[in-house]
């Protein structure tokens, strides 16, 4: 126990900083990988987060602090932006390249980040260059807090869609084709949920393609959640023969009224109330359909889905719900947008309403207006620009930057207007005022529809029209319920005006949504400065790269993820950190200091405790033993499809009935009712059934041989029957359920069990399981890799829960259902729930025996190893202060070199011409007589005297000065300039 509670203890100081005491964490663990798929009918690679495209969604509430720890098993850097979520005082965790330096494929890095008072439906993506085109995207649902009601009634389910265009060419081909000057061309098709069109049309849609079902309930009313995760394609988005009620867009709630279609632009998310009001006479279509693109492509770019109640009486047939009535007509979408407004009465994340906060009473302190133009070429590259620069993204990244000050990363000259020059690549950023209120105005000169995004912040949209913006523009401004969301589409040849405070202190991306003219460099950021608190806390796992790669070495937490206190290079280079320091310097002087952290105490400690350790580690390796070791992984795709189980399923009803009185199931459900992953598959497709009379009453059996993990799970239904006039009571149950790894019948698991009427009964009460409710029994299955059995892999079952049907509790009511025909029945069904989420890895490993026992009673080894960790700490310290010390004694030594040369120079021009002004004893400034210096300056003068030279009598005096004598480590310490460590 003491070693278990140091190691808890250990994890937690690893963990992340909270976000803020008191709130809820959730937490979740991604791998990105590529996945096989081909949702248009073309295999390729798509990006997917544990196996799963679209990936997991993050589902929490308001306050909430949630934590992703990605491990990226691309073959490329990765990093994962959080779509409308502000980041409030957590710039470093917004996951764009001006912000972080990007995950290395086969690293990871846990991004911490808390929910202030957001509510509403956003989307996750990687925002690295392209990725999203290749899929990694994902739901961010945010929840009201319940002492928050929501402005309209509860709906009845949740429906999440991802629509979107898509190319069947991958997102490295893409980007070739981008930089090699050629533009990207009209998508593929348009993909609802990472799934193709329903064959709505043999002409247009070839057969083959799996399509999205979305299953609901006659009568009930779902929010359908709808997010544009493509490309540049803007979308329409309709139901058949449904209204959709919006209500909700970006986290704000809006004024409620009723679409038959939306246009839905690239990075937009909308929520919306539909009810299941038609007769159900067909299933219905689901439409996302292209806008703005040529005639010829819109049947190729309009994806299908289903809606099918749970009554439908046939499938759905006839052509789709009309789209608007002109293809490129913009005048019908600038006028819904101008549409959607604030709900200001509704509450958001706080109890106040949302229309508490006047926008339109601030007085706006900087104005922006942002011009694009149709991609260029710059340099001889292809290249899109704002105000006519196309921002580049430096090697280190701007926040990164701005702490450490590192000079030439960044220029705080963007432009304010067009500038009417030649374009240029740069890097060039907004400076922003903190807590003022901003302008921007998007001038769209480009041909295309472009969205808008900001990072950091919900602005208002208070106006957009067609033609040029002009200072009379401000006139048509909505300054009261204008809409506050993150992404705004901008339509060719007009304008869009955005107002926003700027109270959330760091340097936020301000990007166009279209992944291809993002790409090219139609993006720039806004530095937002605190001066009081800029909030650049580095968290401890942060990525170095670029100019300040160097420091990740020294970054106290691996961005691989493991956390390493003491490093072994540092023992290497630094052996005499646990004695008396030395170095030389000089002619072979000593120069002494002695530590100040570690004494020679601590150093004497730290020596005995490593040897005793080693002497434990000997003696583990003497006495070592073998145990069985359970360890459990997150399971990914591949894993699961490597079990390959034999599952044999047998339940007796303990009663007097036969298999002659069974109705033989024929299907079996798969998924959960209610929900778009519910399926109802005939039973032959994965069960052979069976049933035999035994002594006890009728057997079910249910075989499946080489079944893999399902992702879904399975529900199988049947009944006994009572014969006319013989009635026959169920006493019970007896089950038995094994799985062995198909081709193995060497190992086996298996569940069995018993469950009587008699365990539910007291001295006067009788209870069966006769009625027309069904009795459930819900078994586990869970994944087991033996590693010490040669990687068998089998599936574990356990029994989870019992749930009794109808019942009876006296023998007046027994004796009454059995003479009633309707009671008659014996419902029974096999809920199979797979846990599909982790793997438990067994092997057989070696462990000590008494050591063990004595760390469990005493806590001994424990407490070392917290020494252990102490002294480590102390002892990084110390050599970060020794580095230090080695930079000044380098200087000390440098300076000691030159007097040593200087002094070798005065002694050759000494010897040679004797100038007395080089002996700085002598002060008389004369030349000696006979010296060389004396010649020259008698021929110099026109004297004719022959030229005396120096005979070996000569007698030169000794010129050179006494050695300095040992120089003070402390005054040698104060002859320096400071060194950069310090």
Same mark, same amino acid.
């Given at each position: 126990?003491?070693?278990?509670?140091?190691?808890?203890?250990?994890?937690?100081?690893?963990?992340?900083?909270?976000?803020?005491?008191?709130?809820?964490?959730?937490?979740?663990?991604?791998?990105?990988?590529?996945?096989?798929?081909?949702?248009?009918?073309?295999?390729?690679?798509?990006?997917?987060?544990?196996?799963?495209?679209?990936?997991?969604?993050?589902?929490?509430?308001?306050?909430?602090?949630?934590?992703?720890?990605?491990?990226?098993?691309?073959?490329?850097?990765?990093?994962?932006?959080?779509?409308?979520?502000?980041?409030?005082?957590?710039?470093?965790?917004?996951?764009?390249?001006?912000?972080?330096?990007?995950?290395?494929?086969?690293?990871?890095?846990?991004?911490?980040?808390?929910?202030?008072?957001?509510?509403?439906?956003?989307?996750?993506?990687?925002?690295?260059?392209?990725?999203?085109?290749?899929?990694?995207?994902?739901?961010?649902?945010?929840?009201?807090?319940?002492?928050?009601?929501?402005?309209?009634?509860?709906?009845?389910?949740?429906?999440?869609?991802?629509?979107?265009?898509?190319?069947?060419?991958?997102?490295?081909?893409?980007?070739?084709?981008?930089?090699?000057?050629?533009?990207?061309?009209?998508?593929?098709?348009?993909?609802?949920?990472?799934?193709?069109?329903?064959?709505?049309?043999?002409?247009?849609?070839?057969?083959?393609?799996?399509?999205?079902?979305?299953?609901?309930?006659?009568?009930?009313?779902?929010?359908?959640?709808?997010?544009?995760?493509?490309?540049?394609?803007?979308?329409?988005?309709?139901?058949?023969?449904?209204?959709?009620?919006?209500?909700?867009?970006?986290?704000?709630?809006?004024?409620?009224?009723?679409?038959?279609?939306?246009?839905?632009? *690239?990075?937009?998310?909308?929520?919306?109330?539909?009810?299941?009001?038609?007769?159900?006479?067909?299933?219905?279509?689901?439409?996302?359909?292209?806008?703005?693109?040529?005639?010829?492509?819109?049947?190729?770019?309009?994806?299908?889905?289903?809606?099918?109640?749970?009554?439908?009486?046939?499938?759905?047939?006839?052509?789709?719900?009309?789209?608007?009535?002109?293809?490129?007509?913009?005048?019908?979408?600038?006028?819904?947008?101008?549409?959607?407004?604030?709900?200001?009465?509704?509450?958001?994340?706080?109890?106040?309403?949302?229309?508490?906060?006047?926008?339109?009473?601030?007085?706006?302190?900087?104005?922006?207006?942002?011009?694009?133009?149709?991609?260029?070429?710059?340099?001889?590259?292809?290249?899109?620009?704002?105000?006519?620069?196309?921002?580049?993204?430096?090697?280190?990244?701007?926040?990164?930057?701005?702490?450490?000050?590192?000079?030439?990363?960044?220029?705080?000259?963007?432009?304010?207007?067009?500038?009417?020059?030649?374009?240029?690549?740069?890097?060039?950023?907004?400076?922003?005022?903190?807590?003022?209120?901003?302008?921007?105005?998007?001038?769209?000169?480009?041909?295309?529809?472009?969205?808008?995004?900001?990072?950091?912040?919900?602005?208002?949209?208070?106006?957009?029209?067609?033609?040029?913006?002009?200072?009379?523009?401000?006139?048509?401004?909505?300054?009261?319920?204008?809409?506050?969301?993150?992404?705004?589409?901008?339509?060719?040849?007009?304008?869009?005006?955005?107002?926003?405070?700027?109270?959330?202190?760091?340097?936020?991306?301000?990007?166009?949504?279209?992944?291809?003219?993002?790409?090219?460099?139609?993006?720039?950021?806004?530095?937002?400065?605190?001066?009081?608190?800029?909030?650049?806390?580095?968290?401890?796992?942060?990525?170095?790269?670029?100019?300040?790669?160097?420091?990740?070495?020294?970054?106290?937490?691996?961005?691989?993820?493991?956390?390493?206190?003491?490093?072994?290079?540092?023992?290497?280079?630094?052996?005499?950190?646990?004695?008396?320091?030395?170095?030389?310097?000089?002619?072979?002087?000593?120069?002494?200091?002695?530590?100040?952290?570690?004494?020679?105490?601590?150093?004497?400690?730290?020596?005995?405790?490593?040897?005793?350790?080693?002497?434990?580690?000997?003696?583990?390796?003497?006495?070592?033993?073998?145990?069985?070791?359970?360890?459990?992984?997150?399971?990914?795709?591949?894993?699961?499809?490597?079990?390959?189980?034999?599952?044999?399923?047998?339940?007796?009803?303990?009663?007097?009935?036969?298999?002659?009185?069974?109705?033989?199931?024929?299907?079996?459900?798969?998924?959960?009712?209610?929900?778009?992953?519910?399926?109802?598959?005939?039973?032959?497709?994965?069960?052979?059934?069976?049933?035999?009379?035994?002594?006890?009453?009728?057997?079910?059996?249910?075989?499946?041989?080489?079944?893999?993990?399902?992702?879904?799970?399975?529900?199988?239904?049947?009944?006994?029957?009572?014969?006319?006039?013989?009635?026959?009571?169920?006493?019970?149950?007896?089950?038995?359920?094994?799985?062995?790894?198909?081709?193995?019948?060497?190992?086996?698991?298996?569940?069995?069990?018993?469950?009587?009427?008699?365990?539910?009964?007291?001295?006067?009460?009788?209870?069966?399981?006769?009625?027309?409710?069904?009795?459930?029994?819900?078994?586990?299955?869970?994944?087991?890799?033996?590693?010490?059995?040669?990687?068998?892999?089998?599936?574990?079952?356990? *029994?989870?829960?019992?749930?009794?049907?109808?019942?009876?509790?006296?023998?007046?009511?027994?004796?009454?259902?059995?003479?009633?025909?309707?009671?008659?029945?014996?419902?029974?069904?096999?809920?199979?729930?797979?846990?599909?989420?982790?793997?438990?890895?067994?092997?057989?490993?070696?462990?000590?025996?008494?050591?063990?026992?004595?760390?469990?009673?005493?806590?001994?080894?424990?407490?070392?190893?917290?020494?252990?960790?102490?002294?480590?700490?102390?002892?990084?310290?110390?050599?970060?202060?020794?580095?230090?010390?080695?930079?000044?004694?380098?200087?000390?030594?440098?300076?000691?070199?030159?007097?040593?040369?200087?002094?070798?120079?005065?002694?050759?021009?000494?010897?040679?011409?004797?100038?007395?002004?080089?002996?700085?004893?002598?002060?008389?400034?004369?030349?000696?007589?006979?010296?060389?210096?004396?010649?020259?300056?008698?021929?110099?003068?026109?004297?004719?005297?022959?030229?005396?030279?120096?005979?070996?009598? *000569?007698?030169?005096?000794?010129?050179?000065?006494?050695?300095?004598?040992a120089t003070d480590i402390e005054r040698a310490a104060e002859m320096q300039l400071p060194s950069s460590s310090r």
């Amino acid at each position: 126990m003491p070693l278990l509670l140091l190691l808890l203890l250990l994890l937690q100081a690893a963990s992340p900083a909270p976000a803020r005491a008191g709130d809820p964490y959730a937490y979740y663990d991604w791998e990105v990988s590529y996945v096989s798929a081909q949702p248009l009918g073309v295999k390729q690679k798509v990006i997917g987060i544990n196996g799963q495209f679209p990936g997991p969604p993050l589902n929490v509430t308001t306050n909430w602090n949630v934590v992703v720890n990605v491990r990226n098993a691309l073959d490329e850097p990765l990093l994962l932006t959080w779509n409308g979520v502000q980041q409030r005082k957590t710039a470093w965790q917004d996951g764009v390249l001006g912000t972080n330096c990007a995950i290395p494929a086969g690293w990871n890095w846990t991004y911490t980040f808390q929910v202030k008072d957001q509510v509403g439906s956003f989307f996750y993506f990687p925002s690295t260059p392209l990725h999203r085109t290749a899929g990694g995207y994902g739901a961010i649902t945010i929840n009201n807090r319940d002492v928050i009601p929501i402005p309209f009634g509860f709906p009845d389910g949740d429906i999440t869609l991802f629509i979107g265009d898509w190319y069947n060419r991958g997102h490295k081909e893409l980007r070739r084709a981008l930089d090699g000057g050629n533009l990207l061309g009209a998508p593929d098709g348009v993909l609802i949920n990472g799934l193709g069109p329903y064959q709505y049309n043999e002409s247009v849609v070839p057969p083959g393609i799996v399509y999205e079902r979305i299953n609901v309930e006659p009568g009930k009313t779902y929010r359908f959640r709808v997010h544009n995760v493509g490309v540049s394609t803007s979308l329409n988005f309709r139901i058949q023969n449904h209204n959709l009620l919006l209500v909700e867009t970006e986290g704000s709630y809006t004024s409620q009224q009723n679409y038959t279609n939306l246009d839905i632009h *690239v990075g937009q998310s909308y929520s919306f109330l539909v009810t299941m009001d038609q007769n159900a006479s067909t299933d219905y279509y689901v439409v996302a359909s292209a806008r703005f693109v040529d005639a010829a492509v819109v049947d190729k770019l309009t994806g299908v889905a289903i809606l099918h109640y749970s009554n439908s009486q046939g499938p759905a047939s006839g052509p789709l719900p009309d789209p608007p009535n002109d293809q490129y007509d913009t005048a019908f979408s600038i006028n819904q947008a101008r549409s959607i407004r604030w709900n200001v009465t509704a509450s958001g994340a706080r109890p106040n309403p949302q229309g508490s906060f006047h926008y339109g009473d601030i007085t706006v302190t900087d104005v922006y207006l942002l011009q694009s133009r149709p991609p260029e070429l710059i340099d001889g590259k292809l290249r899109s620009t704002l105000n006519e620069i196309s921002y580049i993204a430096p090697s280190t990244p701007l926040v990164l930057a701005q702490l450490f000050n590192v000079p030439g990363v960044y220029k705080l000259d963007f432009p304010n207007h067009p500038m009417n020059r030649l374009p240029k690549v740069d890097t060039s950023i907004i400076n922003g005022t903190y807590k003022g209120f901003m302008e921007i105005i998007f001038q769209n000169n480009a041909t295309t529809v472009q969205s808008y995004h900001l990072d950091g912040y919900a602005f208002f949209v208070v106006g957009m029209d067609y033609g040029l913006w002009t200072e009379n523009s401000r006139g048509t401004y909505n300054k009261w319920d204008g809409v506050a969301r993150s992404t705004i589409q901008v339509f060719p040849g007009a304008w869009t005006a955005i107002l926003v405070f700027l109270d959330n202190a760091g340097i936020w991306n301000l990007r166009v949504q279209n992944l291809d003219t993002w790409y090219l460099g139609q993006e720039v950021y806004i530095n937002v400065v605190n001066p009081e608190d800029n909030g650049s806390t580095l968290p401890d796992n942060a990525i170095f790269c670029g100019a300040l790669s160097s420091l990740q070495k020294f970054a106290g937490r691996d961005p691989r993820g493991e956390t390493r206190l003491f490093r072994a290079r540092y023992w290497v280079s630094r052996l005499d950190c646990l004695f008396d320091n030395s170095h030389w310097a000089g002619d072979q002087q000593v120069l002494r200091k002695r530590k100040t952290e570690l004494g020679g105490t601590c150093s004497m400690a730290s020596l005995i405790l490593f040897t005793g350790l080693l002497t434990v580690l000997l003696y583990q390796a003497i006495k070592r033993r073998s145990i069985e070791m359970h360890r459990v992984k997150p399971a990914n795709a591949p894993d699961l499809l490597s079990f390959v189980n034999d599952l044999e399923f047998h339940i007796t009803t303990v009663s007097g009935m036969s298999c002659a009185q069974a109705v033989a199931p024929s299907t079996f459900a798969m998924g959960t009712a209610g929900s778009t992953d519910f399926r109802v598959v005939p039973l032959p497709t994965l069960f052979t059934y069976s049933c035999a009379n035994t002594s006890q009453g009728p057997s079910i059996t249910l075989k499946c041989n080489g079944c893999r993990m399902p992702p879904r799970d399975h529900f199988v239904s049947w009944q006994f029957v009572d014969l006319q006039g013989q009635p026959a009571a169920a006493v019970g149950f007896q089950f038995n359920l094994t799985a062995r790894q198909h081709g193995n019948n060497k190992h086996v698991s298996f569940v069995s069990g018993t469950v009587k009427s008699d365990g539910y009964a007291d001295d006067s009460k009788l209870r069966t399981f006769r009625g027309q409710e069904s009795n459930v029994l819900k078994i586990q299955l869970f994944p087991q890799m033996y590693n010490n059995l040669g990687n068998l892999r089998i599936l574990q079952p356990l *029994v989870q829960d019992f749930t009794q049907g109808s019942a009876f509790f006296d023998v007046g009511s027994l004796n009454a259902s059995l003479q009633n025909p309707r009671d008659g029945v014996v419902n029974t069904t096999l809920y199979v729930s797979y846990l599909s989420d982790y793997i438990v890895e067994i092997s057989n490993e070696s462990v000590v025996g008494p050591v063990s026992l004595l760390a469990s009673i005493g806590g001994l080894y424990a407490f070392s190893v917290a020494i252990c960790l102490c002294l480590m700490t102390q002892c990084e310290a110390r050599i970060k202060k020794l580095r230090d010390e080695d930079t000044r004694m380098l200087t000390i030594l440098s300076k000691q070199r030159a007097r040593r040369n200087w002094d070798k120079v005065r002694k050759f021009v000494m010897y040679t011409w004797c100038p007395s002004n080089l002996d700085p004893t002598d002060k008389s400034g004369q030349q000696p007589e006979g010296s060389a210096m004396d010649s020259l300056h008698r021929t110099f003068h026109k004297r004719r005297e022959p030229i005396r030279q120096a005979t070996s009598d *000569v007698s030169i005096p000794n010129r050179v000065p006494a050695d300095m004598g040992a120089t003070d480590i402390e005054r040698a310490a104060e002859m320096q300039l400071p060194s950069s460590s310090r």
